[in-house]
């Protein structure tokens, strides 16, 4: 079978230096927020999140002591860091952040222009109010006209914040707001589905009913729309008072965010008491409390490893369409009218999807089409067949090693078994061409 190398370009905002050039995993912090961790622990920490699978790790919300220990760390281990110290720049939602002036940013950037391991800075996490919009923007600029090739993040307020919401569907507005007034290096955005807004979770509607789907959907939209890679924070820890995760439920976050066109994915609380301050003594996390491997550990870095070897695959593909089976928000109104598309105008032969069957049209620069489907349903093993409205040569991207395999030279029905929360992509070629698989490698000039 005849092989083609494909070239896809560094992605980036326009407007700022920084380009990524692969998949990315990443984490927000390592420990708990605001509380100081050793330094032999903040070393254990990142080498055992090294060998998760991460590209990169975030200081969010980290003190300062803990913040000097990550640099060091992340610099004899050759970890990539996102730096985040609030005590000299940067914000979080409305807190008053510390003062800062452009000659504080150039001294900073100064200071730290000899440690290798800083490919970021994280300027915001989550603003929504104007002054902290309004602040975050001449920081994202200060940041690009000293550290110009560096990546400047902001995280998106999720829609369960006090004032951009769906109930007053003004959420759409703040995205457009931090894409256009902040002009971050990318659009990254979080969303805790599992009892993160902090409502009664519904064990049998799962993720039927979550304003998830609108707040990616709406996050997807803008970030095409503007060019912009898509970052997105998945949940890996209990929170306040909802169920207790499961591998499966962390899987059904990371796919759908695949899904939806992302471009790199975010930890949220690999550390036990991170974000699950009830029932403690419960040990479903990635890292224990002295950062050695938790239950979770060798299953996630499982799952990583399988993204990643889709990952330069996902980094050539766009996100075109995506639909979503009918119990999806199917009293939904403004999902119906804004993001629900009709899976009849689609590739597939079908009026509708089965129970709990997402399917997302993905295609690259060349033309090359790609179908990815999912199974949200995170508590049993389903299997789908989706009649095609013509014949294709099927390709599977595998997750064991990347490389695009033949499955089947001439079909009309894609058939597929699929795990608790677990996706397939294959690539869909006419019969007529000659068969060939792709691989994707960077153009970096």
């Known amino acids: 079978m005849n092989g083609r190398v494909l070239t896809y370009h560094p992605l980036g905002n326009c407007r700022r230096g920084y380009r990524q050039t692969q998949f990315e995993f990443s984490t927000f912090n390592i420990g708990d927020h605001g509380v100081e961790i050793e330094e032999k622990l903040v070393f254990r920490a990142i080498r055992n999140l090294k060998r998760l699978g991460l590209t990169k790790v975030e200081t969010g919300h ?27 720049f940067g914000g979080f939602q409305t807190r008053e952040p510390a003062e800062l002036t452009e000659d504080g940013v150039k001294a900073l950037v100064e200071e730290m222009k000899d440690y290798k391991c800083i490919q970021g800075f994280y300027i915001w996490d989550e603003p929504w109010k104007d002054k902290d919009i309004a602040a975050a923007a001449q ?21 369960y914040n006090p004032d ?125 409390n002295d950062f050695s491997e938790g239950c979770f550990f060798e299953e996630c870095r499982q799952q990583i490893a399988q993204v990643k070897q889709w990952g330069k695959t996902l980094m050539a593909l766009k996100s075109e369409h995506v639909y979503h089976s009918p119990e999806l928000l199917q009293d939904d109104l403004y999902f119906k009218e804004h993001f629900r598309e009709d899976v009849t105008e689609s590739l597939l032969d079908v009026r509708e999807l089965p129970f709990r069957c997402s399917v997302g049209i993905l295609s690259d620069d060349y033309g090359n089409q790609y179908i990815g489907i999912l199974n949200r349903d995170y508590e049993r093993a389903q299997s789908f067949s989706l009649p095609l409205k013509n014949s294709y040569r ?52």
């Open 394 to 445: 099927v390709y599977e991207v595998s997750y064991a090693d990347g490389r695009q395999y033949n499955i089947n030279d001439s079909t009309k029905c894609l058939n597929v078994t699929l795990a608790e929360g677990a996706m397939v992509l294959y690539r869909l070629q006419d019969c007529e061409e000659e068969a060939y698989e792709i691989e994707y490698v960077c153009c970096e000039s």
């Open 164 to 288: 951009y919401t769906w109930k007053n569907q003004l959420y759409p507005r703040l995205i457009e707001r931090v894409c256009d007034e902040i002009q971050p290096s990318v659009l990254s955005m979080d969303f805790y589905p599992f009892s993160g807004d902090g409502t009664p979770f519904n064990d049998e509607e799962q993720l039927d009913n979550s304003n998830l789907w609108k707040d990616i959907a709406v996050s997807k939209k803008e970030s095409i729309k503007r060019d912009l890679p898509f970052w997105f924070y998945f949940q890996v820890v209990r929170m306040w008072q909802g169920p207790q995760l499961t591998i499966p439920m962390i899987r059904v976050q990371m796919n759908y965010a695949l899904l939806y066109g992302a471009k790199a994915l975010q930890c949220y609380g690999v550390h036990g008491t991170a974000c699950s301050p009830y029932k403690l003594e419960e040990k479903r996390r990635i890292l224990e």
């Open 139 to 159: 920081q994202v600029e200060w940041f690009d006209k000293y550290a110009y090739d560096k990546l400047l993040l902001v995280a998106a307020n999720p829609s």
């Open 62 to 88: 980290a003190k300062s002591e803990t913040v000097k220990h990550v640099l060091k760390a992340c610099e004899a281990e050759g970890m990539g860091l996102i730096l985040q110290d609030l005590s000299r």
